[in-house]
């Protein structure tokens, strides 16, 4: 009997034992369903990425990094611009603009998106590289399209402006500024700078996602340019471009009958001065000095040269100097050139009046050659 008891006791002790065991796996099961629950998940889907746009600079992803580089840079806009880069002088400076995409996906609904978008890492040389920006409302192709970035993630600049796009694809620009800077501040090197974008649900003002560009791909090269051009001057002979610069004083004669428009004729000893006003146009960039020197001198002389000689003036009325035919020793015309500032010369031609076996009649030219030349 105690026996058989003891059997029974120990069978409600297993049915105990295992209803206890069948309740703690359904407290565990519970348990791993309501850790599922409370994980984070992925704000819908919606992704952020950027891309090179057709034309532009080519835009290397390394996950939320892209990097490319502008190139050779001058504050000129002298030369040939790297791949993808469009070059825009101005008078204070030149312009390197590209555009890029930004593509937005896995809104729901109506949902719209915006982006700003700020200079993180800034170059180091600011007052020599200036980062601008484009927004995606504009076709990014001229310089009043463009405004200075950004350098205050507080305060970013728009890109993509409210009400925002939908799932879509849209262009944006992207420019360095490179002002003219010369003196104390002057720079020439490589430098580098990185921009941060982000992007905003507008519909909940929810963020998207981050992405930068590292302009680092390789780093910026900027360098020092000097540019001399010519130019008609009110009044004066005309100046005409070709491969060379041009200049014609037309029919001249010793006794300065019959002189061409924007000539002026005034008698010297020996014969007549014809001269005209022109303009000299030097320009130079992120060099320590301010001033430049110009000089010329007759790379080419006339054939008779007894008869015809270029004089050079700084005034209308003279005094007239002959031109020098040596490019050791030319013609010095300033030491004190400022870069974009116009510098008005007279240039001369003096035609002999003698007559005799030396004297000549017929169709002669002459080149000149002029030097600018920035400590």
Do not use: W
């Amino acid at each position: 009997m105690t026996a058989n008891l003891t059997a029974m006791y120990r069978q409600k002790l297993g049915y105990f034992r295992e209803r206890a065991h069948t309740r703690s796996r359904f407290a565990l099961t519970i348990f791993f369903f309501l850790t599922i629950a409370l994980a984070p998940r992925p704000a819908n889907g919606q992704t952020f990425t950027l891309s090179s746009a057709p034309f532009g600079i080519v835009l290397t992803p390394a996950g939320t990094n892209y990097s490319g580089s502008f190139g050779t840079l001058n504050a000129l806009g002298i030369g040939t611009p790297a791949a993808g880069v469009t070059v825009i002088p101005l008078s204070n400076g030149a312009l390197y603009l590209t555009t890029y995409r930004l593509t937005v996906s896995g809104l729901v609904g109506s949902h719209t998106a915006g982006v700003t978008g700020y200079v993180s890492t800034n170059f180091s040389h600011p007052a020599a590289l200036v980062m601008e920006s484009c927004p995606s409302t504009s076709a990014c192709n001229t310089s009043g399209a463009f405004s200075t970035f950004s350098t205050n993630s507080a305060t970013p600049t728009t890109v993509i402006a409210p009400p925002g796009i939908p799932n879509f694809t849209v262009t944006a620009g992207l420019a360095i500024f490179v002002p003219d800077n010369n003196g104390a501040s002057a720079f020439a090197g490589t430098d580098s700078a990185q921009i941060t974008l982000n992007m905003t649900n507008l519909t909940n003002n929810k963020p998207i996602g981050t992405v930068t560009i590292s302009l680092n791909s390789p780093s910026e090269t900027l360098q020092t340019a000097v540019k001399l051009t010519l130019a008609t001057a009110p009044g004066g002979v005309t100046v005409t471009t070709a491969a060379d610069y041009s200049m014609s004083f037309g029919n001249v004669n010793g006794l300065g009958i019959g002189p061409l428009a924007g000539l002026t004729t005034s008698s010297v000893a020996g014969g007549i001065i014809y001269s005209t006003p022109y303009l000299l146009q030097p320009a130079f960039t992120d060099f320590s000095f301010t001033t430049a020197t110009l000089q010329v001198y007759a790379s080419s002389n006339f054939a008779h040269p007894t008869i015809l000689q270029m004089d050079d003036a700084a005034a209308s009325g003279g005094p007239y100097t002959a031109i020098s035919t040596s490019a050791g020793s030319p013609t010095q015309i300033t030491t004190s050139a400022a870069s974009r500032s116009p510098l008005t010369r007279y240039l001369g031609l003096l035609v002999s009046n003698i007559n005799g076996v030396s004297a000549f009649t017929g169709a002669d030219t002459a080149a000149l050659t002029f030097t600018l030349t920035v400590p």
